[in-house]
């Protein structure tokens, strides 16, 4: 797991100055890289790109008592890749990446880190718009977290499936899974996955128009971001902090907190994030009336959404463009662009999906085993 703070920098520096160290075995010297890697947070991926190549070729020529080690390191590596790949909006090599980790971890038998890896393939699925492998995915992972007791990973399940419910616009549920997910949060007393949770019951609040409640939330999540610096994560949350005063009517405070949140992303390089934030941005200055900077954001954001592959980005920036080229008196582009996205949005939301994506939660709840646990 990375890390995206600062709380581990002693020990960073103190790791960093041991690797420089020339009389290190190759074992010592993938652990302290791994380490340094998911403590300091590397979001580069030519760094695990670089340690996967490293470690496959120790593997390919380790003693019998070492294989195991570096076995069980790559599959860390490949999981961290994925992880790292996803951040970044490359959808194939995250599920490349995750696919591969998942059959290092079924070659150790290493139930939990199995699980972990369900879980991951089916939040690039829930982000790719694929709801039935996402939930597919999501409960083979809760399975198996519910027979071997692992309660960060029922957090992060819990906190997954209710976010799936809130896109399905079933809010009741989706804050259902949310108190789930934030108990097992704090019997864990895992405070970043706990903010994590705070936000997504923010947003889930603020689509139901409690935005006190919201705002109240979201304030919990900063406290902790506030405390441990965890720069993608304060993105986020300043992001919907700004939406907050979006929808309360004060524009200008709200297009100041999207651009810090857009800054922080820019340094992070975090190309999901940023397709929203241009949506938002967009949507702000035209109906601030300023008709240029609303096609620039929207168009930059359309652009992001493409190469990510998000058809509900892509969507929401089309829909702006729509009221662009309108004002702009391009009717023809504007008719063909509402058709586009009026299909996308279409997709996403149409009753048969969601009675389909329901159904099949309750079938695997009630029926079916995904995974044999002996």
């Not at 590596?77 to 970044?88: K, P, R, T, Y």
């Not at 079924?106 to 790719?128: H, M, P, W």
């Not at 990510?308 to 729509?322: H, Q």
Request: aromatic share 12%; with cysteine.
């Amino acid at each position: 797991m990375l890390y995206t703070n600062t709380i581990f920098g002693d020990e960073i520096d103190s790791l960093r100055a041991v690797l420089k160290k020339t009389n290190f075995n190759d074992t010592s010297r993938i652990s302290l890289q791994l380490a340094i890697g998911e403590m300091e947070g590397v979001y580069r991926l030519s760094f695990w790109d670089s340690l996967k190549v490293e470690c496959e070729n120790k593997l390919n020529s380790a003693k019998p008592n070492e294989k195991l080690f570096y076995q069980k390191n790559l599959a860390v590596i490949i999981n961290d890749l994925g992880f790292v790949a996803d951040e970044q909006g490359n959808s194939t090599k995250a599920l490349e990446a995750y696919k591969k980790a998942l059959t290092l971890f079924e070659q150790l038998e290493d139930k939990k880190a199995i699980a972990r890896a369900f879980n991951n393939i089916g939040s690039v699925y829930d982000n790719l718009g694929d709801l039935s492998l996402a939930i597919d995915y999501y409960y083979k992972s809760l399975n198996i977290r519910e027979v071997i007791k692992d309660t960060s990973g029922l957090a992060s399940c819990h906190n997954n499936i209710g976010y799936l419910y809130f896109k399905q616009k079933n809010y009741k549920k989706a804050l259902e899974n949310y108190k789930k997910a934030s108990d097992y949060a704090k019997l864990e007393n895992n405070l970043y996955r706990y903010a994590i949770i705070m936000g997504n019951f923010g947003l889930t609040y603020s689509t139901m128009k409690d935005h006190d409640k919201a705002l109240n939330y979201y304030m919990e999540a900063k406290k902790i971001y506030d405390t441990y610096n965890y720069p993608l994560n304060q993105s986020q949350n300043i992001s919907n902090i700004a939406a907050i005063y979006k929808k309360q009517g004060k524009l200008q405070l709200a297009l100041s907190m999207y651009k810090h949140s857009l800054h922080i992303m820019d340094s992070l390089d975090y190309k999901q994030g940023q397709a929203v934030v241009y949506s938002s941005i967009s949507s702000i200055y035209l109906t601030l009336g300023d008709i240029k900077k609303a096609q620039v954001n929207a168009e930059t954001g359309m652009k992001l959404a493409k190469e990510l592959g998000y058809p509900k980005e892509i969507s929401n920036c089309g829909l702006i463009l729509v009221d662009v080229y309108q004002k702009n008196g391009n009717f023809k582009d504007a008719f063909f662009t509402y058709v586009r996205s009026k299909n996308l949005a279409d997709s996403l939301n149409n009753d048969d999906l969601r009675r389909e994506t329901l159904q099949k939660i309750f079938n695997t709840t009630m029926t079916k085993k995904w995974w044999p646990i002996v």
